[in-house]
Each structure stands twice: as structure tokens, then as C-alpha cells.
């Protein structure tokens, strides 16, 4: 790491474009019109690691095969041959000791990429991630800032069995001093990580594996090295009249189906894309909840104290009077996750799941 010191930082060219685009309400709410590829989740990430490594000598990348197998999930092919072992590094199996280091490296102001396997392993290391990483920001009084990034895969693959599958954004959502993302489409994952590398806090970076090979169309803009998309606002993906339904990562996938099916019925389905749990970007969801007056929560977690149940909370606290049904969440389970095939698909939310659950709240149907 000594040769990560000392070399001063590329300059980024920002576009006009993208300085209206951070300060405008509607960079957060609508989508992009100029689409020229496709692009998979694994190769947005793969670029966004490239291009910031190459604008910044401090950013290096750390964690279990992440150099010569070129990454468990293939996220960091290449880069060991194009920057050598001092800034792709790979660790033993010690998610503690690793995510240590990547911390105190991050105090003297280098900018670590930590990679888990699966964020459940990142339990192992929970200390450095909350009480070293998180909260040293505020317990310095600001002196210390502690630039890091924790990525890898979290929530539910197939058929890994409860200690491969835990959803961890409420969990991190609930600490003060991280930032926590969760990307859907090849759009979000370059410009949110981008945006997370070069972000001054710890930024809790969660993937989805079941996303990566999956290709979605990318815009010009999102293609340009300067591009990155702002921390804490969410993406109005279909816009629509009679029901707000909020999602995040892969079931942003299966809002959006369920929106199609709804459509042929009569049904005009709002979806959010939240791509920030924390910061939750409260004034979009409730600026649509009053306008479609219902809302359907949907995420993979736990049912208790998670994601959706905030969203709940902030409605019932800034928009009550606006709701003309109950609001529906649509969770996991509240087990731990079964290994076989067939509970397994009744333990995360489907399809039907979120249809039923917005006809429920449009009157449409009781069960």
C-alpha cells in the first residue's frame, strides 16, 4: 500500500450536464431517454472500480479472491493485472481482521473498496463496520473522516441455505454514520458506486448476486467516466396514479412486473427504485403517496423493524391524511431462510405477492 501514497489525484472532468443534474429534483425521478447499450450489473461494477481506481491512486480493493481468481463473482477481473497486488489485495478468510485494516487504512486517508463474500460474513466484522468505521466521524468531533466502501452480495441467492441469505438493509439502515445503498439496474450500480468510493463516510454497498449477470440499458451519460448519481435520492422507474409501491434491489424487478400485470387490469402502479436506505429519500415517497393516496412496501428482509415498516412510519407521520386504504408489506418471511427449493421460494416474495397486495389496498380484491 506504501505506493498508493504520495502520487497526487487525477482530476475528473464534470459535465454541465451532470452539475444541473445534482442539484435537480428530477435527477432522482426519472430515467434516462438516451439508452445506446446494454450493460450487465457485474460489468457496471467492474467499470466503476476500473475507472475509480485509475482517477485515484488512494483506492484500493481488499477481501477474500478478489486478485487471482479475479473476484468470487468475477467484480474485480482485471484489475490485479492492471494494478498490481499492492491495490488488489487478497486476504486470508479473516472478514475481522481485513476490514480492520481497511478502516485504519481509510484514518490516514486512502480509500478502501472492502469486498464480503456475502454480507452475511460481514457479522464477523460488525465491530470495525459500526463502532470503528461508523461512528468515528462523530466521536472526533469531525477530524477523522473514514472513506470506505463495504460491497458484496446480500439478501437471498438460491439455495444457500439461512446463513448465506440474510437480508442486512435494515440492519445497517438503522445505523447512524453509515451510508447504505442497494442498486438495481447496471445505472445504479456504476453511478452509486462511483458515488460511494468517492463519498468522505462509510458507505455499506449492498449488491444483489442474482442481479450481476442480469443486463439492463445503460444511457451515454451513465457510460462517462465522470458520471455518479447522488446518495439519498430514489428513481421514480414507472410513474403512475392509483398506488405507490417502494422497492429496492432485485424486487425492484418484481414491482415492475407485478406494474405490468396491474396495467391490464386497470391498475396504474407508481414504482420506486429507493437505490438509498440510508439516507431514505422521504420527501419522493411521500410526495407520491399523496398523490396515488395507497403505498405497498416490498423487500426481502425480515418483517419486523425493517426497511418497509420506516417507509410506513414516515407516511403515517408526514401523510396520513392523504391514505385512503392501509398501507401493505409485502417481506420475507419471518423464518430463517429454508435450503429447500420449494420453501425457499415461499420464504421471499414473488410476483403474485405484490399484485395481490395492491389489489388488496385498491379494492380490487379481499384475499
Not at 439516507?279 to 403505498?295: E, F, Y
Not at 392501509?326 to 420464504?347: C, F, K, Q, S, W
Amino acid at each position: 500500500m506504501s505506493g498508493i501514497i504520495g502520487r497526487t489525484m487525477a482530476n475528473r472532468r464534470i459535465s454541465d450536464l451532470n452539475k444541473f443534474l445534482v442539484g435537480s429534483r428530477v435527477f432522482a425521478s426519472r430515467t434516462y431517454s438516451s439508452a445506446v447499450k446494454e450493460m450487465t450489473v457485474r460489468d457496471a461494477l467492474n467499470s466503476a472500480l476500473d475507472e475509480e481506481m485509475s482517477a485515484d491512486p488512494k483506492v484500493f480493493v481488499m477481501g477474500e479472491e478478489v486478485g487471482e481468481y479475479q473476484g468470487a463473482y468475477k467484480i474485480t477481473k482485471g484489475l490485479l493485472t492492471k494494478y498490481g497486488p499492492q491495490r488488489v489485495i487478497d486476504t486470508p478468510i479473516t472478514e475481522a481482521g481485513f476490514t480492520g485494516i481497511g478502516v485504519g487504512a481509510a484514518y490516514h486517508g486512502l480509500r478502501p473498496v472492502i469486498e464480503f463474500m456475502t454480507f452475511n460474513f460481514s457479522m464477523q466484522a460488525i465491530d470495525h463496520i459500526i463502532n470503528s468505521a461508523a461512528k468515528s466521524n462523530y466521536m472526533s468531533a469531525g477530524q477523522i473522516s473514514v472513506p470506505i466502501v463495504f460491497r458484496g452480495p446480500n439478501g437471498a441467492a438460491a439455495g444457500v441455505g439461512a446463513q448465506h441469505s440474510q437480508c442486512y438493509a435494515a440492519w445497517y439502515g438503522a445505523c447512524p454514520g453509515l451510508k447504505v445503498l442497494a442498486p438495481y439496474s447496471s445505472e445504479d450500480s456504476r453511478g452509486l458506486l462511483k458515488a460511494a468510493i468517492r463519498d468522505p463516510d462509510p458507505v455499506v454497498f449492498l449488491e444483489n448476486e442474482l442481479l450481476y449477470g442480469e443486463s439492463f440499458p445503460i444511457s451515454a451519460e451513465a457510460l462517462d467516466s465522470s458520471f455518479s448519481l447522488p446518495i439519498g435520492k430514489a428513481k421514480i422507474e414507472r410513474e403512475g396514479k392509483d398506488v405507490t409501491v417502494t422497492a429496492f434491489s432485485k424486487m425492484v424487478g418484481y414491482a415492475l412486473k407485478a406494474a405490468e400485470i396491474l396495467a391490464k387490469e386497470g391498475i396504474s402502479a407508481e414504482v420506486i427504485n429507493l437505490r438509498s436506505i440510508r439516507p431514505l429519500d422521504r420527501p419522493t415517497i411521500n410526495a407520491s403517496v399523496r398523490k396515488t393516496n395507497r403505498l405497498v412496501t416490498v423487500e426481502e428482509g425480515f418483517p419486523q423493524h425493517g426497511v418497509g415498516a420506516e417507509i410506513c412510519a414516515s407516511v403515517v407521520e408526514e401523510s396520513f391524511e392523504y391514505l385512503d386504504a392501509p398501507v401493505e408489506r409485502i417481506t420475507g418471511a419471518d423464518v430463517p431462510m429454508p435450503y429447500a427449493a420449494n420453501l425457499e421460494r415461499l420464504a421471499v416474495p414473488q410476483v403474485e405477492d405484490i399484485v395481490r397486495a395492491v389489489k388488496r389496498v385498491c379494492y380490487r380484491s379481499s384475499k
